[in-house]
T-cell receptor
Framework: DTGVSQDPRHKITKRGQNVTFRCDPI?????LYWYRQTLGQGPEFLTY????????KSRLLSDRFSAERPKGSFSTLEIQRTEQGDSAMYLC????????????FGPGTRLTVT | EDQVTQSPEALRLQEGESSSLNCSYT??????LFWYRQDPGKGPEFLFT???AGEEKEKERLKATLTKKESFLHITAPKPEDSATYLC?????????????FGAGTRLAVHP
């Protein structure tokens, strides 16, 4: 399977704990995106990487959130001091340089903060 | 402000009963409109890209059309396996980079 993969698929954590999610994009795609989706809503943009450079961050991404993409390959999204409002599906997508608008999504990581 | 609005929020159809989903948008300088299908607990699956008014794309029982203000996803003789949430999105050009602005989706249920 050469699609976008995410790990873990589900994460339950207690309020105040830190969590980290991983995304492996399609290998030839140089652009990588993180989105957040809550129940009944469409995905909301969080941040964007082109190769290893983080080029844009949404104001939704508070100081507790940090994302990296070392060497322009996989990416991680870390949430520090989780809050109940962080409970959501976190989606990763990638796109090729020739068609940046065509984003292919992974299966997502479902985060539940108790 | 760029916005994408989908209607209806939910749609229940009998198998074989054709219908259309609507996606209206307000963006400056449309650079394409995208339709995705999302099954429960999964990430969105890319369906169609439309780039200019008058363009149409088809895939099995689905046909997407685009005007200057809205897009329609027509579903002809749907089957239960077409049940899913259908999302539309437009790219927002922000500082030279591209992010997708999504609508809230239409939850389609097709009953036998």
């Amino acid at each position: 399977d050469t699609g976008v993969s995410q790990d873990p698929r589900h994460k339950i954590t207690k309020r105040g704990q830190n969590v980290t999610f991983r995304c492996d994009p399609i290998s030839e795609h140089n652009r990588l995106y993180w989105y957040r989706q809550t129940l009944g809503q469409g995905p909301e943009f969080l941040t964007y990487f082109q190769n290893e450079a983080q080029l844009e961050k949404s104001r939704l991404l508070s100081d507790r959130f940090s994302a990296e993409r070392p060497k322009g390959s996989f990416s991680t999204l870390e949430i520090q001091r989780t809050e109940q409002g962080d409970s959501a599906m976190y989606l990763c997508a990638s796109s090729p340089s020739g068609a940046p608008y065509e984003q292919y999504f992974g299966p997502g990581t479902r985060l539940t903060v108790t | 402000e760029d916005q994408v609005t989908q209607s209806p929020e939910a749609l229940r159809l009998q198998e074989g009963e054709s219908s259309s989903l609507n996606c209206s948008y307000t963006v400056s300088g449309l650079r394409g409109l995208f339709w995705y299908r999302q099954d429960p607990g999964k990430g969105p699956e890319f369906l169609f890209t439309l780039y200019s008014a008058g363009e149409e794309k088809e895939k099995e029982r689905l046909k997407a059309t685009l005007t200057k203000k809205e897009s329609f996803l027509h579903i002809t003789a749907p089957k239960p396996e077409d049940s899913a949430t259908y999302l539309c999105a437009v790219p927002m050009f922000s500082g030279g980079y591209n992010k997708l602005i999504f609508g809230a989706g239409t939850r389609l249920a097709v009953h036998p």
